[in-house]
């Protein structure tokens, strides 16, 4: 087996050319490796859903899957979603604005399973936000709030892509 294997890999729109341990967990490659530490670890087995980012726009545990395995691919991390001026993505100002955080250790992950529902359903009911976030744990909220700003998030988004501010 090679020491190192090389990976090439696009992170929120930065491509990178690395070599890395063939065992190197994405989720070790993001937050050791390119200084990404939002990418939270907390089961490390694919229970809790902290780790969750974006995998060529697929929720993925990011400590399940090697970083050997997503040569090519494109990476979304929390990281990703304010401005560089600071500006909040509206999954975050919903997040923010509903409370739907309160320790803040599960938010990357609900942020980024969120961030993928609502690209792929805009405006969700109930039901989907349950489904779309039945794996990521949160011991803090309740997850009243949680739902509530997933579905504000939502909102927020139509008004964003349809030129209404909030």
Request: net charge negative; hydrophobic share 35%.
């Amino acid at each position: 087996m090679p020491d190192k294997v090389r990976v090439r890999i696009t992170v929120n729109g930065t491509r990178h050319d690395l070599l890395t341990e063939p065992r190197t967990l994405l989720a070790d490659l993001l937050r050791n490796d390119l200084a990404l530490p939002g990418t939270h670890l907390g089961c490390e087995q694919g229970v809790c859903g902290a780790c969750t980012v974006l995998v060529d726009g697929v929720a993925t545990r990011s400590c399940l899957v090697f970083a050997a395995q997503l040569d090519g691919s494109s990476v979304r991390t929390v990281e990703s979603l304010a401005g560089v001026d600071g500006t909040l993505h509206p999954v975050q100002r919903a997040f923010t604005e509903e409370h739907g955080l309160q320790c803040g250790f599960c938010t990357p992950g609900m942020l980024m399973a969120t961030c993928e529902l609502l690209e792929r359903v805009p405006d969700p009911g109930r039901e989907d936000v349950e489904e779309a976030l039945g794996g990521n744990l949160c011991r803090c909220t309740g997850y009243q709030n949680i739902v509530r700003s997933v579905r504000a998030a939502g909102r927020l988004m139509a008004d964003e892509k349809s030129g209404v501010r909030a």
